[in-house]
């Protein structure tokens, strides 16, 4: 499985980005996928997963009602929709992916990561 993460940027604080995730793999729906961020100086932590059809979704408390995860199986991409932006969301996100339906961890497939900066 190779992962490909684009759409980071420059952004002032409440503005928003969509980051795209593209897999390279047969059978895509196979696949929990997950966003994770590290930001500078801290550990990598999770920020949203989506089953393997969409239905089920899970944020960190620090993105709810901030930060939206969708996939499209048809087009092998995950999306994570960002709004209303802070600085703290500064960090380099990274997509995941695992086989099976649903996961907060465990995930061993990584994308290259999108850096993402939040201005004050």
Do not use: H
Not at 26 to 36: E, H, I, K
Not at 62 to 68: D, H, I, N, P, Q
Request: proline residues 2%.
């Amino acid at each position: 499985v190779q992962l490909q993460a684009y759409g980071g940027g420059l952004v002032q604080t409440g503005g928003s980005l969509r980051l795209s995730c593209a897999a390279s793999v047969r059978t895509f729906s196979s696949y929990a996928m997950g966003w994770f961020r590290q930001g500078p100086g801290k550990e990598r932590e999770l920020v949203a997963a989506i089953s393997w059809n969409g239905l089920r979704t899970d944020y960190a408390a620090f993105v709810r009602g901030r930060f939206t995860i969708s996939r499209d199986n048809a087009k092998n991409t995950v999306y994570l929709q960002m709004n209303s932006l802070k600085p703290e969301d500064t960090a380099v996100y990274y997509c995941a992916a695992r086989p099976g339906d649903y996961a907060l961890k465990g995930y061993g497939y990584w994308g290259q990561g999108t850096q993402v900066t939040v201005s004050s």
